[in-house]
T-cell receptor, first 114, second 116 residues
Framework: KNQVEQSPQSLIILEGKNCTLQ??????????LRWYKQDTGRGPVSLTI?????NTKSNGRYTATLDADTKQSSLHITASQLSDSASYIC?????????????FGDGTTLTVKP | DTEVTQTPKHLVMGMTNKKSLKCEQH?????MYWYKQKAKKPPELMFV???????INESVPSRFSPECPNSSLLNLHLHALQPEDSALYLC???????????????FGAGSRLTVL
């Protein structure tokens, strides 16, 4: 069964600090892994997308890494801001199948405090 | 235009009401999706339309009825819902339905549904 596990479930950090969120997956075959940010009551917004051959992808203060051998990904947030408070969802898609059949992780809820 | 627009943002309905959720995109995407999301849970796929044809129905109860009038519009008709159907309903679109690396789901802001 395809699974995506994220850790920690929730995280509280102080403004300006860095943090790293983890995503482990068992989806096979593998096509791509995406990180989304979801503010409360809003739809998810794509942060990064990585395919099998990519090890790292940055989007501003967000940097995602991917190790396709160990099936692990991380999302590193640098110099956190209050607006980073949100749920971060890891989504993994298998090859050549429907994008909607992607497997979603349960998300990590990040709270950034002043 | 790189947005998926959903209306209404909030909807309160009784169990005997008939209402509809609407979704619109003008990115030329040919695949559109409905997801249901309960609090603190990831989105759950309900329906997928590919080139205006229903391609996936994830065993959703018939009280939810999707409709894709054209490639830019997606509706979700609601009838005789239950209180447990209260959730955030998300619409998404993608270039097509392939799982290729470039095919990113673009989500709308969601419609918050409350069934009394």
């Amino acid at each position: 069964k395809n699974q995506v596990e994220q850790s920690p479930q929730s995280l509280i950090i102080l403004e300006g600090k860095n943090c790293t969120l983890q995503c482990n997956y068992t989806v096979s075959p593998f096509s791509n892994l995406r990180w989304y940010k979801q503010d409360t009551g809003r739809g998810p917004v794509s942060l990064t997308i990585m395919t099998f051959s990519e090890n790292t992808k940055s989007n501003g203060r967000y940097t995602a890494t991917l190790d396709a051998d160990t099936k692990q990904s991380s999302l590193h947030i640098t110099a956190s801001q209050l607006s980073d408070s949100a749920s971060y969802i890891c989504v993994v898609s298998p090859d050549y199948t429907n994008a909607g059949k992607s497997t979603f992780g349960d998300g990590t809820t990040l709270t950034v405090k002043p | 235009d790189t947005e998926v627009t959903q209306t209404p943002k909030h909807l309160v309905m009784g169990m005997t009401n008939k209402k509809s959720l609407k979704c619109e995109q003008h990115m030329g995407h040919r695949a559109m999706y409905w997801y249901k999301q309960k609090a603190k849970k990831p989105p759950e796929l309900m329906f997928v339309y590919s080139y205006e044809k229903l391609s996936i129905n994830e065993s959703v109860p018939s009280r939810f009825s999707p409709e894709c009038p054209n490639s830019s519009l997606l509706n979700l008709h609601l009838h005789a819902l239950q209180p447990e159907d209260s959730a955030l309903y998300l619409c998404a679109s993608s270039q097509d339905t392939s799982g290729s690396g470039a095919n990113v789901l673009t989500f709308g802001a969601g419609s918050r549904l409350t069934v009394l």
